[in-house]
C-alpha cells in the first residue's frame, strides 16, 4: 500500500456502552451541522450501514434531538451499498429509512441504487455527486461529515482487504464484487473519504478490540482498509465502547 502522511487530527472518546456512544456522537455531529450552518449554509453528510449506528439514528430521531437539526439543509448520501432493493434488510438505505430518515423532516437524500446494475449504479452515483457539489474534472465531494464502521477484518465502508478500491485514485465510486461476502457492493473511495472535514467510526464490541487497537496505531504502517482512512484536512473521531477499547 502506498504510504501516506502521518500528520492527522486524531480524537478518541471512549464510552461505557452504546447508548452514551450515540449520546457522545450525536453532540460531535450537531457541532459539525452548526459550523456547517454558518459557513456554508448546508450539511453534507455520509451515512454507513451495519448495526452499529441504530442507536446513534435511534437518539436523532427522538423528538428531544429532532427539534435541535435543521433537516430542510441537510443533504443524506450514503458510503457505501449492498447490492440489493431499498427494501431489503440488508439495504444500508433501508436501515437508515426505517431507523432514522422516516421519522424527522428530511427532504434531501440521495441513495445508491442497489437495486440496479452495480456498474452503472456507480457511474450514477458519481454523476450526483459531481452535480451536488458542482465539481469540475479532477475535483473531490469535500463532505461535511462522513459516518464509519469498522469490520472484524478492518474493512470501512465496502473497501476490503484486498480490495481493488484500496488503489483507486480517479474514481468517486466504485462498484465491486467481494469474495468474502459473495455479493456485489458499491462504495465511496479513499480519496473522497480522506477528502471530508471530519470522518467518525463509531465501534463497539469486544470483537473489535484487534482492529481498533491496530487501526489506532499510527506509527505502524497501514494494513487494514480502516487505517487509510486519514482525512487530510479533516478530523478523524473514533467513539467506542469499553468493550472494544479493552477486549473485556
Known sequence: MQAISRSIHLSVHIHKDP?????RAAHILAAACEEAMKER???KIA???GHTPIPLFRLL???DWAERLPWGKMTFFWVDERCVGPDHPDSNYGLARREFLSRVPATHFFRMRGDENPVQAAVHY????RNDFNLQDHELPRFDFMLLGIGDDGHTGSIFPNSPALVEKKRLVIDQYVPERK?????LTLPVINNSRCCM???NGREKHGVLSQSLNLLSEPTLPAQLVRPSGGDLIWIVDEAAATGR
Open 47 to 49: 451515512l454507513s450501514g
Open 126 to 129: 458519481e454523476q450526483i455527486l
Open 201 to 203: 467510526f463509531l465501534v
Open 183 to 187: 455479493a456485489d457492493r458499491l462504495t
Open 19 to 23: 447508548a452514551a456512544m450515540a449520546e
Open 61 to 63: 430521531a427522538a423528538s
Open 41 to 43: 449554509g448546508v450539511f
